[in-house]
T-cell receptor
Framework: DQQVKQNSPSLSVQEGRISILNCDYTNSMFDYFLWYKKYPAEGPTFLISISSIKDKNEDGRFTVFLNKSAKHLSLHIVPSQPGDSAVYFCAASGDAGNNRKLIWGLGTSLAVNP | DSGVTQTPKHLITATGQRVTLRCSPRSGDLSVYWYQQSLDQGLQFLIQYYNGEERAKGNILERFSAQQFPDLHSELNLSSLELGDSALYFC??????????????FGPGTRLTVL
């Protein structure tokens, strides 16, 4: 049962354009969401996060939007650069008592073409 | 460089064998997490240790076990290995006991191949 879904396994965009990566979740108890980026032969690195009390969080070229009613979040990268080519993972967590676990999506492979 | 180190980088072994993966967290981090990433799978949380004690368990098989030592490094032991255990195993660390708002810093992973 995939509680966090990234339905697009891959995405290709031109350099300078916007990249939009999508993530859907099913558990209404999730209240914190994160995006991680992963290059080949490296571990994932934290990119940006958003709490459910917000609907938008921005950090430089990266913006995450949260639509709680649709249980959907998206990561926008503007403008996209070739160095952004990586696998992007969406992760979510909720208050399950004393501890939280991150539930991860399967990732979307982004290719930014020069 | 995240500051999290994992050894070995690659491991090739046979079915039925036992292996140990090692992780050193970032300096000052008290929590260590283990994840498994199989082909076409997302990151599956296995287990978390905080300051030497088991804090949370995920989809960890009974054949797998882990521990965190007083110097805070951690080891993941995989025994009676099966072909399906072939995967990337990541270790991550964070400062706090595991609130999701704590950023987890990942190591480069250990690629395990079971033949």
């Amino acid at each position: 049962d995939q509680q966090v879904k990234q339905n697009s396994p891959s995405l290709s965009v031109q350099e300078g354009r916007i990249s939009i990566l999508n993530c859907d979740y099913t558990n209404s108890m999730f209240d914190y969401f994160l995006w991680y980026k992963k290059y080949p032969a490296e571990g994932p690195t934290f990119l940006i996060s958003i709490s459910s009390i917000k609907d938008k969080n921005e950090d430089g070229r990266f913006t995450v939007f949260l639509n709680k009613s649709a249980k959907h979040l998206s990561l926008h990268i503007v403008p996209s650069q070739p160095g952004d080519s990586a696998v992007y993972f969406c992760a979510a967590s909720g208050d399950a008592g004393n501890n939280r676990k991150l539930i991860w999506g399967l990732g979307t492979s982004l290719a930014v073409n020069p | 460089d995240s500051g999290v180190t994992q050894t070995p980088k690659h491991l090739i072994t046979a079915t039925g064998q036992r292996v140990t993966l090692r992780c050193s967290p970032r300096s000052g981090d008290l929590s260590v997490y283990w994840y498994q990433q199989s082909l076409d799978q997302g990151l599956q949380f296995l287990i978390q240790y905080y300051n030497g004690e088991e804090r949370a368990k995920g989809n960890i098989l009974e054949r797998f076990s882990a521990q965190q030592f007083p110097d805070l490094h951690s080891e993941l032991n995989l025994s009676s290995l099966e072909l399906g255990d072939s995967a990337l195993y990541f270790c991550a660390s964070s400062w706090d006991r595991g609130r999701s708002t704590d950023t987890q810093y990942f190591g480069p992973g250990t690629r395990l191949t079971v033949l």
